[in-house]
């Protein structure tokens, strides 16, 4: 992608307006004003670079950089085209309005009724979490969530108020839970609901796995893949697991690999609860013992075969 600087007067170095630092510096974060910097560099003899070589300059991901060009198009410092990003003239849009907060015109302007609820989640948020004195680099951030990810209201208030909760009310974690539950398919507050129901159960099922194999270690993301197959795909509850988990007492060291090969096996057996498990092995024992009883009769059949006795050999041999 190309970075163009749109600017009817050509300037041979690169300059950073004071409009920048007054009105929109101290309302961005780091890494949106180290990427604008770098922008104005390369836009400067028209440079190209693709995004991922851009994120690597950076030292950040492709995920917070594209976060980050969100919020320099939504503060009007750049602006997106076919073939880049166009460095706007801070200097021309000044001209062409007079300077007032970002955010009163944008009300003003609001005619759908999804953007005005969008708006009064906002506010609640400043209200709630921040004491009336949130940030315009959160509002345009809290745009950016809802963009992304169709968050109802409710779900982005609720989303606000579970990163309090964990003293982590910063922009990494919020973004960080945010996708989390976009994955998980959350859009709705009853969507919500079951997500972290489920999500707390099976918490608590690694916990549990954890304490039970005395693993003195966070489980990798390849076993907390494991575990999540168990629950959500077999539908299996601790009961199942812990049942594998018995299993294992004769084994040293058991790994989450080796429980997996053993409910791997009682899913393909269709085996959905202890029950259906100990019916198997009943069924089982019941043939191995009907299997041994047949054996000791056949064995005593023979064994009580009983041998012709000849008494009168003398005359047997005189009649050949």
Not at 30 to 47: E, H
Not at 106 to 123: F, M, T, V
Not at 166 to 195: D, I, M, P, S
Request: charged share 30%.
């Amino acid at each position: 992608m190309k970075f163009l600087q749109k600017n009817k007067m050509e300037l041979c170095d690169t300059q950073v307006a004071d409009l920048f630092i007054l009105n929109n510096m101290f309302s961005l974060e780091a890494i949106d004003i180290k990427l604008y910097l770098y922008m104005l560099f390369l836009s400067k003899n028209q440079t190209e670079i693709d995004k991922a070589n851009l994120a690597k300059k950076l030292c950040v991901t492709e995920q917070e950089m594209g976060f980050a060009l969100d919020r320099l198009q939504a503060e009007e410092l750049i602006i997106k085209t076919t073939q880049g990003f166009i460095i706007a003239d801070l200097k021309e849009n000044e001209i062409n309005k007079t300077y007032i907060p970002k955010l009163e015109p944008k009300i003003n302007r609001i005619q759908s009724e999804l953007e005005r609820k969008r708006i009064a989640a906002a506010e609640a948020i400043n209200e709630s979490f921040f004491q009336g004195i949130m940030s315009l680099g959160w509002y345009t951030d809290i745009g950016t969530l809802f963009k992304n990810y169709s968050f109802s209201e409710e779900v982005m208030i609720a989303l606000f108020h579970y990163c309090q909760e964990r003293n982590a009310l910063n922009k990494k974690y919020v973004y960080a839970v945010a996708e989390n539950w976009y994955n998980g398919g959350v859009k709705t507050f009853e969507q919500l609901e079951e997500f972290l129901e489920s999500y707390d159960c099976l918490q608590k099922i690694k916990q549990k796995i954890v304490k039970a194999l005395r693993l003195n270690r966070n489980i990798t993301k390849y076993e907390e893949q494991y575990i999540n197959t168990w629950v959500k795909d077999y539908n299996y509850d601790f009961t199942m697991i812990e049942e594998a988990l018995k299993r294992t007492v004769t084994i040293a060291n058991p790994t989450i690999s080796y429980i997996n090969g053993i409910l791997n096996n009682w899913h393909k057996k269709g085996y959905k609860t202890v029950k259906d498990i100990e019916s198997d092995v009943k069924t089982h024992d019941d043939k191995a013992k009907q299997y041994n009883k047949n054996t000791v009769k056949e064995k005593n059949k023979f064994q009580n075969y009983e041998q012709r006795s000849y008494t009168d050999l003398e005359s047997f041999y005189d009649n050949m």
